[in-house]
T-cell receptor, first 112, second 112 residues
Framework: GENVEQHPSTLSVQEGDSAVIKCTYSDSASNYFPWYKQELGKGPQLIIDIRSNVGEKKDQRIAVTLNKTAKHFSLHITETQPEDSAVYFC???????????WGAGTKLIIKP | NAGVTQTPKFQVLKTGQSMTLQCAQD?????MYWYRQDPGMGLRLIYYSASEGTTDKGEVPNGYNVSRLNKREFSLRLESAAPSQTSVYFC???????????FGPGTRLTVL
C-alpha cells in the first residue's frame, strides 16, 4: 500500500524567510496530494492541494510542487509570519479510493 | 452552521471500560471518517462511511466499532478500552464533489 514520508519533523525559520517541507510517496498510482495545517488544539485544515496532472500550484504565499518521476512533492511558504507557526501534514491518495495516507507531520516554528 | 462537532472534548477511561465518541455534521456530506492521531505518526484511518448505512475498515480498525446512525452522525465505540488506544481522535467529512476533508476539533482520550 501507499506510504508517505515527510521531512523535516521540526523546522525553525526566521520571520520573513521561506520554509520548505518535503514529502515522498511510494504508490505511483497516487494522483491527489493535499497539505493540511493543524493549529494547537484544532483539527487539520486544508491549505492547498495538487493533482498529478499539474506540476505546481500557488496561492498567495503558499505553493506546492510535484515531481511525479521522483514521487515527491513539497510545500513552500514565503515571507513567513508568526501565524504560520503550526504543524503541517502532507497526504496522498489514489484514484481507487478517497482514503488519504498521511505523513507524520512537520512542526513549523517562526522565530520573531 | 457548526460544521463538524465532536463530543466529548476530553475523556479519561480505565482499562476495560467502554465508551462512544460522537460526531455530527451539518454540511450534508455523504462521506465521514474516523482517524486517530498519535505523536510522530500523523493521522491513521480507523473506519470510514461512504454513505448512510455503509461502513468500511480503514488502516487500524482493531478494537473499534462504528455506527452511521444517519447522514449527520457517525459514532466510534471502544468496547473494552486499552492503554494503546490513548490518542486524539478526529472525525472528518467530505462531499462527493470534492477531495477536501473537513475535520472536527478532536477528542483527547486517555486510557489508564
Amino acid at each position: 500500500g501507499e506510504n508517505v514520508e515527510q521531512h523535516p519533523s521540526t523546522l525553525s525559520v526566521q520571520e520573513g524567510d521561506s520554509a520548505v517541507i518535503k514529502c515522498t510517496y511510494s504508490d505511483s498510482a497516487s494522483n491527489y496530494f493535499p497539505w493540511y495545517k493543524q493549529e494547537l488544539g484544532k483539527g487539520p485544515q486544508l491549505i492547498i492541494d495538487i493533482r498529478s496532472n499539474v506540476g505546481e500550484k500557488k496561492d498567495q504565499r503558499i505553493a506546492v510542487t510535484l515531481n511525479k518521476t521522483a514521487k515527491h512533492f513539497s510545500l513552500h511558504i514565503t515571507e513567513t509570519q508568526p501565524e504560520d507557526s503550526a504543524v503541517y501534514f502532507c497526504a496522498a491518495s489514489s484514484p481507487s479510493n478517497y482514503q488519504l495516507i498521511w505523513g507524520a507531520g512537520t512542526k513549523l516554528i517562526i522565530k520573531p | 452552521n457548526a460544521g463538524v462537532t465532536q463530543t466529548p472534548k476530553f475523556q479519561v477511561l480505565k482499562t476495560g471500560q467502554s465508551m462512544t465518541l460522537q460526531c455530527a455534521q451539518d454540511m450534508n456530506h455523504n462521506s465521514m471518517y474516523w482517524y486517530r492521531q498519535d505523536p510522530g505518526m500523523g493521522l491513521r484511518l480507523i473506519y470510514y462511511s461512504a454513505s448512510e448505512g455503509t461502513t468500511d475498515k480503514g488502516e487500524v480498525p482493531n478494537g473499534y466499532n462504528v455506527s452511521r446512525l444517519n447522514k449527520r452522525e457517525f459514532s466510534l465505540r471502544l468496547e473494552s478500552a486499552a492503554p494503546s488506544q490513548t490518542s486524539v481522535y478526529f472525525c472528518a467529512t467530505r462531499a462527493d464533489s470534492t477531495d477536501t476533508q473537513y475535520f472536527g476539533p478532536g477528542t483527547r482520550l486517555t486510557v489508564l
